[in-house]
């Protein structure tokens, strides 16, 4: 009996809540919707939409003229390819190695996810993921690892990500490990080594364009001592571009050596005690406990610093406005130039192309980092 | 707390505040103190006009010197924002498409007006200009009343400087090498490669190089290949002009022609400093009155930095015209041919010179959407810049980056004499960019819609490359080619036609 009296109250109860408080969530969560959607949903679809227009500014206002997937029909197979992709030709032996192994690793992925009877969504992600992956490594290979070929904006982006995170990494770890020793001045270093972080990209760009000056700059007489004033580093693509990686390379390896010495600083110390208890060395320490600890912490950052990493702009816009050539330029670099000449759907396109590759980065990272836990649990 | 109480403490509250800020009811009267007499209101006080131009420091010292002069004369207040020169045009453009409307006042390059002017932003200025006898219109050279000042007939800018490119010579160096200044393309070369070859040193030790041109990308270089090239390309007289074709509007950038443009603009830079193809006009500029040079491509600003103090060339420089080829392109055939009576009727001893007005010279124009009154203080204030008395000292400073444009300054060498120029120096100045501006096969600059796109995007691009060694001759020209052509399809080819004509229709 009561079963069936509370079955019936339920309902006639909500009835008789009052409208206001039905409509209270809601109207509660609406300024903070309304917020998202402005900030970031609205100008993602208008971005969009500009992707697919052509603008034009004329008598009485602003013309725009749908023109679909022109702009990316542009890009991709128009006059505008040879600047995304660069020139393509035949890899060099380590192109085609380089090549082999992903080609070898995705393979491996898609049929380990068959073998595992895994479901058709994941065997899908997985061969639309090796697809990608295996164009963009032909892309790499066919151009910045081939003798005739030359990289176009997508793979000099890629490059800076690559070997900027890397070396980022590494140096910020090194300088984190030094600083959490017991050691003289390392409050010192700590306060010297943040400094470049906190100077604009702009100032390091100028800063490394000074410094890189073989004629004129503050270190014209360490170059004229070591027989190189005739060398100008940005008439080299190789020059130029190591030039942007050290600029980058100096600005950003502070963030990442400030959040790891935080995270070294906070593991546990009981487990490095008993390790050394039990005559473990300095080596199996870092291998089998710090790292381990600052595993979490370091995925974010990587992560962070990669989707960051993928937008630079300041260092070769100011130290060689992209050149020479475009053997410096970046999506978007890229990007911003066309905008100046008012070729906004353009660089709308651009904006997007570089958002889809990413999104694709960023979850191929995380995917990865997932099953390795997983198998490593 | 119930309603009552609340309304209470509000009123208390409220009272107050009313208090603190009231003034006191009854101040004791002040004896009357004597007052000063009033200045007179000046004009423009309490107006303040909003300026924008590039981060020079050229043109930006000019404006803000004489924007305080203008200040302190009518009360009026300017501000100078610059920004680099490769955002200007899509700055100004922004302001204006948005409505935010934040300059009232913009100088800019002339050839970008039709992209302004079409969609209505700035403010007719013919009827300011006519009854404005202080402004001395006449006086400016039929060229930049035209081509820098008016479209469609009507006046929507003032020129405040003239633009064209000549070739600098070091005259010492010709005179030491037994080098005659270029007459021809080639003889450029020779000149460049002979004192490249002679491994000559500044007195503090430093190398002298054949020849420096500013090659920067994304910059203000995209000019000097067209410098070469329309040599090349323009025989007929100015209504050819050296762009595109005429009938069908296909570009002219794509032939034997400028194909040897480019050869010869790859070959300057074997003379040059090694990082030329990163040097901007103000690091060439720098290196020539450093000594450093024996011969440059640059508008007027040479001649007058030359005299500047702290320079190492005074009366060094020599100036001459463009060089010019004795090959041009026959239209009909696509080929570079020798010239002849009727192929180059413009030609001295043989020679085809096509003096290129590039850029136009920087000049100022109003916002159409700012307060009248501010409209009003902002064209005193260009008129100011403009007249006589401020032109005819401002041109013969170099910092200023304004070149003669008007009459009485190719007249007058007084004033470029009190500058420091040597009578000699300043006939050969003044003579190269006369010889320029009467010249009847000068070459226009593109004056076309969005001819930024077309000049700093598209050839801009490919010539770097071609300069980085990208990618050769024929795949430069290729991509200029396709790259003109797609935006001449997406903004339509007869209106681009009709609007290529109508410039090349300016008079001279």
Known sequence: MSAIASSVNIPAVRARAPLSERLAPAAFLLPAVLVVLFVSIFPLILSLFLSLSRLRFEAGGLKVQFVALDNYRKLLFGSEQKVLFGTVASPSLVGWIVLAVVVLLTSAAVYRAIRDARSVRVIAGRAIAAVVLIGLTYL??????????????????????????????????????????????????????????????????????????????????????????????????????????????????????????????????????????????????????TLPAILPVSTTLILIRMIEAFKIIDLPNILTNGGPGTATETMTLYAYRIWRALDIGGSAAIAYLLLFLVTFFAMLYVRV??????ATA | MNLKKLTTLMALGAVVLAACAAPPAAAPAQPAQPTQPAEPAKKFAGITVNAITFSGPQIAEPMQRRGKEFSEMTGATINVVTVPFADLYQKILNDFATGTNSFDVIVFAPQWMVDYIEPGYLEDLTDR??????????????????????????????????????????????????LQPPKTWDDYIAFAKAVSEKQLTTDDGKPVYGSCIAKKKAAQSYWMITSIASAFIQSQGTGQGAFFDLETFKPLYN???????????KETTQYGPPDEINLDVGDTRGLWTAGQCALT?????????????????????????????????????????????????????????APFAAFGGWSGAINKASKPEVKDAAFAYLSYMNQPAQSNVDVTIGKTGFNPYR????????????????????????????????????????????????????????????????????????????????????????????????????QK
Not at chain 1, 369 to 374: A, I, N, T
Not at chain 2, 333 to 340: I, R, S
């Open chain 1, 140 to 289: 790499v290979a066919a151009s910045l690892l081939s003798p005739e070929g030359r990289p176009g904006t997508l793979v000099v982006t890629m490059l800076y990500v690559a070997v900027g995170i890397t070396v980022q990494y590494l140096l910020g770890l090194v300088l984190a490990l030094l600083c959490a020793q017991q050691l003289p001045g390392r409050r010192f270093f700590r306060v010297v080594f943040l400094l470049p972080m906190m100077i604009t990209p702009v100032g390091v760009g100028y800063l490394f364009r000074m410094l890189a000056d073989t004629n004129k700059g503050p270190l014209e007489p360490l170059w004229v001592a070591l027989g190189m004033q005739d060398f100008a580093w940005s008439n080299n693509a190789w020059g130029a571009r190591i030039a942007v990686m050290i600029g980058d390379v100096w600005q950003w390896t502070p963030f990442m050596f400030i959040v790891l010495l935080a995270a070294i600083e906070a593991q546990e110390i009981e487990p490095i005690e008993a390790a050394i208890v039990d005559g473990a060395s300095s080596w199996d320490i870092f291998r089998h406990i």
């Open chain 1, 369 to 374: 980092l997932r099953s390795h836990v997983s």
């Open chain 2, 129 to 178: 200009v006519k009854a404005d006898p202080d402004i001395q219109w006449d006086d400016i050279g039929l060229f930049f009343r035209d081509f820098s000042a008016t479209y469609n007939g009507r006046i929507y800018t003032i020129p405040l400087d003239g633009d064209f490119q000549m070739v600098y010579y070091r005259t010492d160096i010709a005179k030491e090498l037994g």
């Open chain 2, 255 to 265: 032939n034997e022609a400028f194909a040897r443009a480019l050869e010869i603009y």
């Open chain 2, 297 to 353: 491509i640059d508008w007027g600003d040479i001649g007058t930095l030359a005299i500047e103090e702290g320079s190492k060339v005074k009366d060094k420089t020599g100036a001459v015209i463009l060089p010019g080829s004795k090959q041009v392109l026959d239209r009909k055939t696509g080929k570079l041919t020798d010239c002849t009576p009727e192929l180059c009727p413009h030609a001295i001893d043989g020679v085809n010179h």
């Open chain 2, 407 to 506: 009459v009485s300054q190719f007249k007058n060498l007084d004033n470029w004499i009190k500058a420091g120029m040597s009578e000699q120096a300043a006939k050969d100045y003044l003579g190269a960019i006369e010889a320029s501006l009467n010249s009847p096969n000068m070459v226009l600059d593109l004056r076309i819609p969005q001819n930024q796109y077309y000049q700093g995007i598209v050839l801009d691009g490919a010539i770097a490359k071609f300069l980085a060694g990208e990618q050769d001759i024929a795949a430069t020209m290729k991509e200029i080619e396709d790259g003109w052509e797609q935006k001449t399809e997406e903004l339509g080819r007869d209106k681009q036609l009709a609007a290529y004509k109508a410039t090349l229709g300016v």
